[in-house]
C-alpha cells in the first residue's frame, strides 16, 4: 500500500552543501561581475552558463547584490534550493522568474526590499505553506537556517547585534510580485518582530517558527 504524507510529517531545511571551488561556481561568479561591470538589466546565469555547470548551482552567490541594474532575473528550470538575503539590494527588480525550480521551498524576507519587483513566476506547488497543499514549514527554532559567509543581519533593522544574543528566525507569507510566498526574517528583538507586517489572508495569520505542528488555515476546495 503507498504510504500518502500526512500533512504532519517533519519538513527540513537541507543544508547549505553548494560546492564554492568548482568550475560552476567561478564561472557564475566571473558572470555576476561582468553583469555587474556591463550593467546587465536581464540576468539569465542557465544561457551562459550552460545546463550543465547551472544544474550545479544549489544556492546563488551573496554577490549578486552587485546586480543593481538587473530588471529580470531569470533562474528557470534551476536546481536552486536557497536565495541569498542579498536579494534585497537588486534595487531595479522588477521580474522574478524561477519558475520549475522545484527545490526552492522559501525565499528571504529581504526580497520586500526590491520595491519595483511586480512580476513573478514561481512554481508555487514546490512552497511552503502553498495555497493548495499548505506543506509544513520547517521548524526554524530548532533548525535555523545557517547562512554562508554572511553576518547574519535582522531583517527589520539591519543591525547585526540581536538583543539577547541571538536572531531568531520567522516565517511569513507576504504578497510578492504576483504570488504569495514564504519568507524566512531573520528577527533581533521584540520590537522588530512587530515591525513585521500583517500576513497576507488566508495564510498563517502571524509571524511563525514552523513545525508539523503549526495549524495553517484550509484551503476552499
Ligand atoms: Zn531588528
Not at 504524507?5 to 543544508?15: A, C, Q, S, V
Not at 568550475?23 to 566571473?30: G, M, P, T, V
Not at 495555497?131 to 543581519?153: G, L
Not at 539577547?164 to 504570488?179: E, M, P, R, V, Y
Amino acid at each position: 500500500m503507498l504510504e500518502a504524507y500526512g500533512p504532519h510529517e517533519e519538513t527540513y531545511i537541507r543544508p547549505d552543501k553548494q560546492d564554492r571551488k568548482g568550475k560552476a561556481w567561478q564561472k557564475l561568479l566571473e558572470l555576476i561581475d561582468q553583469a555587474a561591470h556591463e550593467q546587465w538589466t536581464e540576468f539569465q546565469p542557465s544561457k551562459h552558463l550552460g545546463r550543465k555547470l547551472w544544474e550545479q548551482i544549489t544556492v546563488l552567490p551573496n554577490e549578486i547584490e552587485k546586480l543593481t541594474k538587473v530588471k529580470s532575473l531569470y533562474l528557470y528550470g534551476s536546481r536552486l534550493q536557497r536565495i541569498p538575503p542579498h536579494i534585497g539590494k537588486m534595487v531595479s527588480l522588477e521580474e522574478f522568474d524561477p519558475y520549475t525550480s522545484y527545490h526552492l521551498h522559501w525565499f528571504p524576507y529581504e526580497i520586500t526590499r526590491c520595491k519595483k519587483l511586480k512580476d513573478s513566476r514561481v512554481s508555487t506547488r514546490a512552497i511552503y505553506g502553498n495555497y493548495k497543499y499548505r506543506s509544513n514549514f520547517p521548524d526554524v527554532s530548532r533548525n535555523p537556517v545557517n547562512y554562508h559567509h554572511h553576518q547574519t543581519t535582522c531583517s527589520i533593522c539591519e543591525c547585526t547585534t540581536p538583543q539577547n544574543g541571538a536572531f531568531k528566525q520567522f516565517w511569513i507569507s507576504l504578497w510578492i510580485g504576483t504570488d504569495v510566498l514564504p519568507l524566512l526574517a531573520n528577527i533581533c528583538s521584540d520590537q522588530c518582530l512587530q515591525a513585521l507586517p500583517t500576513p497576507h489572508q488566508d495564510y498563517v495569520a502571524y509571524p511563525h517558527q514552523g513545525g508539523a505542528k503549526q495549524i495553517q488555515p484550509l484551503s476552499e476546495m
